[in-house]
């Protein structure tokens, strides 16, 4: 039996029997904030359906610009997930570093946190470029960007296809 490499599938494997244990936590605001596998899989699942009803395709490029916390593995299994290449940038490139690598990269879609793209990736637009932000600004602050909390959650039940990946 060949090995399975590919990291979402690996991860599902893990995430099965762990459903409820706890993935990933970080301390905010003096609290610890505690990610189950089961939660960290749902969101994943949510990310890549998204991404493919927005019209994203397979070989796509997706990129992340996320301090480090849960939302990283997030939007990167979610982008493994839909078929796509994961452009990770470093949050600490200037905006201009930022701009010439998502041109250059071809990226369709970016995540970002609130603070890059306040300062980095609202100022300027490019057309046809998904933008995310997690977590979450007010309406007010968003033009031409998505919330993450806006979007919709995988219908239980059997969903879209998914691309088949292979390692």
């Known amino acids: 039996m060949k090995d399975n490499l590919v990291i979402h599938e690996l991860f599902d494997s893990a995430a099965s029997g762990l459903a409820s244990k706890i993935a990933l936590k970080i301390k905010e605001l003096g609290l610890w904030r505690k990610v189950s596998y089961g ?3 749902a969101a994943s699942v949510k990310i890549a359906i998204f991404l493919l009803k927005k019209g994203l395709k397979k070989g796509d490029r997706a990129a992340i610009i996320v301090e480090n916390g849960p939302e990283w593995p997030i939007a990167y299994l979610g982008i493994m997930r839909a078929g796509l290449t994961c452009v990770p940038l470093d949050p600490k490139l200037t905006a201009d570093e930022i701009w010439n690598l998502l041109k250059d990269s071809g990226a369709k879609t970016v995540f970002c946190s609130r603070n890059i793209f ?3 990736i609202q100022p300027r637009t490019q057309d046809g470029l998904i933008k995310i932000v997690m977590p979450d600004l007010p ?3 968003l033009p031409g960007a998505v919330r993450f909390s806006d979007i ?3 219908p239980s039940g059997p969903t ?3 691309p088949e990946v292979s390692p």
């Open 39 to 41: 939660d960290l899989n």
């Open 118 to 120: 306040l300062e980095k």
């Open 139 to 141: 309406d007010s602050l």
């Open 152 to 154: 919709p959650d995988a």
């Open 160 to 162: 879209m296809a998914l």
